[in-house]
């Protein structure tokens, strides 16, 4: 497969810190777009890349158009082309479809633990069933579901989530957080007892955590605006990289600012992300267009078979499509 859009991290590259050795312990290798300028990784350590695109909004995509079956294969193909290398969700997955509402969305469930994300960022959409149907996507899934700054109680996660977590990919150690967006008119049910934590607050106990978990990179799953995400980049020393958006911008290149790199490329299913970055930050990056010409992907193509059949027996709708929710 043939990779279009790459390119070389541009604007300046700022050491926040000093450079910090790291023992690797089978780290999370992600799969950047972009180099980081951190000051996390010394000089050396094996570059990590990530993989991120689509906030699914609950739908699995025309059949013969860029749908999941296709995209998953390109996800496929950039975890074994590239070492260190791992895919992230950023939110708004479970809901807004019609085939999400119908199964209050297990079929999403189902398909993400197929792809095998390291993790998935909680979205406003996440809440569209209700925090009792989202407890019971997060713990059918075999991936973490993060946010470090929804709370349901002081510094006590969203059940069945998790503020941050570590994982081993490769030969490096990565540390993931979430953040999610702070409007709650974007939550359709969010406890009057939960919190919302100001996202750089949040930000930076997960980075204070990871570090003391000597991991080699932080990475960011970003359900936030983009003015929010620039905003902990700027005040928050120590992320190598946020990924994702809620308003679902399409960057051309990542950008960078302080030291961390910021990428997004949307939502939809025609194109996935990739960042690598190393030691000296952001070092390559790339968008793969996702075209009927992909080969589907053998086994997701066979749960969207299933879950189709399904629905359409009780419930007979053709359409795939968002219904009209807010963002």
């Known amino acids: 497969m043939q990779l279009s859009g790459s390119g070389t991290g541009g604007g300046e590259r700022l050491s926040r810190r000093s450079l910090l050795g790291r023992a690797s312990a089978g780290g999370l290798s992600l799969a950047s777009i972009g180099a980081l300028g951190s000051g996390r ?173 000597g991991i080699d990179y932080v990475v960011g799953a970003s359900h936030l605006r983009l003015k929010g995400s620039k905003t902990v980049a700027r005040n928050v020393e120590g992320i190598d990289l946020l990924v994702g958006d809620h308003a679902e911008h399409v960057f051309d290149a990542p950008i960078e600012i302080e030291g961390t790199t910021i990428d997004s490329t949307g939502a939809g299913f025609d194109r996935v992300g990739r960042v690598t970055v190393d030691g000296d930050g952001l070092a390559e990056y790339g968008r793969v267009p996702v075209t009927p010409r992909v080969d589907p992907d053998p086994g997701m193509k066979r749960i969207v078979k299933q879950w189709r059949r399904r629905y359409e027996l009780e419930n007979p709708i053709d359409e795939d499509v968002a219904v009209p929710l807010p963002p």
């Open 41 to 213: 990784a010394a000089p050396g350590t094996d570059p990590l890349t990530i993989v991120h695109g689509s906030q699914f909004h609950g739908r699995f995509g025309p059949p013969n158009a860029p749908a999941i079956s296709r995209y998953v294969a390109v996800i496929e193909q950039l975890r074994s082309d590239f070492s260190n290398s791992a895919f992230l969700a950023t939110g708004d997955d479970i809901a807004k479809a019609p085939l999400a509402t119908f199964f209050r969305g297990k079929h999403i469930v189902d398909a993400m633990n197929y792809i095998d994300p390291l993790a998935g960022a909680i979205g406003n959409h996440e809440f569209d069933y209700s925090p009792y149907v989202l407890r019971r996507r997060t713990e059918s899934s075999s991936f973490p579901w993060l946010s470090a700054n929804l709370l349901a109680g002081k510094n006590r996660p969203l059940p069945g989530a998790k503020r941050w977590t570590t994982g081993s990919v490769g030969d490096l150690t990565v540390g993931v957080f979430g953040l999610s967006v702070l409007d709650l008119t974007h939550y359709l049910y969010y406890p009057a007892d939960y919190r919302m934590r100001r996202a750089t607050r949040a930000a930076k106990s997960a980075v204070e955590a990871l570090d003391r978990a």
